[in-house]
Each structure stands twice: as structure tokens, then as C-alpha cells.
């Protein structure tokens, strides 16, 4: 993702850790692994079975601008409206826009506009449940 400005990501482990870095490659659910950008500038390469769930940031300028302005997110989530459960007890709720099982997991978007989150990708692993509403 050279000369690109790389999207700020936040991994969360099944173990609890937490690391903010930058995505170095771009990921699609089918990929067994994510690459980023540590803070250090060192390159790593990820397993998503080490992994609950990624967490993909807003640019802070547009969280803020839709914060201030009480404007809705800029690109609606299409799909499902789901709520899912982690293994550790965490609840989020969003819509899920595909999900196929041969993948490892899946792009959940968050509908409230206060958080932080662009979108999410859910480790399947990681799950605890899933349900689907409407």
C-alpha cells in the first residue's frame, strides 16, 4: 500500500492484548492473515486464529465532523442487522454485509455514530453467538 495513506487498525487478541498499528496490505475475509505496520515501523505478518477481531478506525477529522455535525456516517452499511457475541462476552452490534462460511470471518459495520469504528472484522473463531435481526 505503498504512497497510500494506510488505515489505522486496532487488533484485539483472543488473549486480551491490544495492538494499534497500520495495515501494510490490503485484507479480504478470505485471508488466513493480516499484515501491518507496527509504530516501530516493522512489518508483521498476523494469524487470525491469534485474533478476535479487527478493529478498522475512522479518520479522527471525519469522526469529529460527524460528532459536531450530528451527521450521519458517510457510507450507510448495507445487509443485516446483527448482533454478535465474543467468546470473552463483548457485544457489538452492526450490519453484516456478506459472510460466507469458507471464510475466516466477516465485515461487520457499526451503526451508531458515536463510535470509533469504520468497520470490524470478526474473527468467526472468536464467536460465542450471532443473530441475525428482522
Known amino acids: 500500500m505503498e504512497g497510500v495513506d494506510r488505515p489505522t487498525v486496532v487488533l484485539r487478541y483472543r488473549n486480551g492484548e491490544v495492538l494499534r498499528c ?6 479480504t475475509p478470505g485471508d488466513p492473515s493480516i499484515t501491518v505496520c ?30 459536531d455535525y450530528g451527521l450521519p456516517p458517510s457510507e450507510k452499511p448495507q445487509g443485516a442487522e446483527a448482533t454478535v457475541e465474543f467468546f470473552d462476552g463483548e457485544i457489538v452490534r452492526g450490519r453484516i454485509g456478506r459472510y460466507s ?21 470478526v474473527v468467526a473463531g472468536a464467536l460465542n453467538s450471532l443473530a441475525l435481526e428482522g
Request: glycine share 2%; net charge negative.
Open 22 to 27: 497500520e495495515l501494510d496490505q490490503e485484507f
Open 101 to 121: 462460511l469458507k471464510d475466516l470471518g466477516f465485515f461487520l459495520y457499526p451503526t451508531s455514530m458515536e463510535t470509533n469504528n469504520e468497520r470490524i472484522f
Open 38 to 67: 507496527l509504530p516501530d515501523e516493522t512489518t508483521v505478518t498476523i494469524s487470525l486464529e491469534d485474533l478476535k477481531a479487527v478493529f478498522f478506525l475512522k479518520d479522527p477529522r471525519r469522526r469529529q465532523i460527524e460528532l
